[in-house]
C-alpha cells in the first residue's frame, strides 16, 4: 500500500499494490498493520457498508457528529465514481474546502475520510457498488446532511444538476451556513 496525501490534512489517498498476471489481479484491499504503519493513525474499523446505485446518483454529503463521528476508508468495487469529501473540523486550516477524487474499479484508489468530515459521491457507471469501511456504528440521532449544492462550497460534480438523482432525505438536507447555525 502506497499513501498519498492531499491538501487536506488526515484526508489521504490509499494505493495498493496490485499483483496482475495471466490469471487476472490479486491485492489487498485493508491490512491493518500496514495501514497503522502507514498512515501513523489508530483506526479500528468496526462496520463495513456497501451500496449499488446507478449512473447519476448522488449519496450525500453525509456525516455524524460528536462522539458518534467517523472515519471511513471508501473503495469502489465495480464502476466508478466521484467522491467528495468536505472538512467540517471548525479549527481546521481548510475548514469548508473540500476535496474530490475519481475512484474506479480500474484505478482501486481508496480514500480515507477521517473523523470530522461530511462525505459524498456521485456515481458515474450503472450498477457501481461502493464499498466502505466505518470507524465507529451508524448512530441515526448523530446523522447529518449538507446540500450537494451548497453554494458557499461551490462543488463541482461535473454534471448538471438535472442529472442528479438524490434521495427524498437528501433533497431536504440544509446548507453548511444553517446547519452550522443550528448547532
Known sequence: MKRKNTFIKDCFIVEPNIIEDQRGYFFESFNKKEFDKMTDYQVDFVQDN??????????????????????????????????????????????KKHFSIEISEENKKQLFVPRGFAHGFLVMEDQTIVSYKCDNFFNKDSERGIRFDDKDLNIDWGVSESQIILSNKDKKSPTLSTYLNEK
Not at 446505485?53 to 455524524?64: A, I
Not at 457528529?65 to 471548525?90: C, N, P, S, T, W
Open 50 to 95: 456497501e451500496s449499488l446505485s446507478n449512473k447519476g446518483v448522488l449519496r450525500g454529503l453525509h456525516f455524524q457528529f460528536g462522539k458518534h463521528a467517523q472515519a471511513k476508508l471508501v473503495r469502489v468495487v465495480k464502476g466508478k465514481i466521484l467522491d467528495i469529501v468536505v472538512d467540517l473540523r471548525e479549527n481546521s486550516p481548510t475548514f
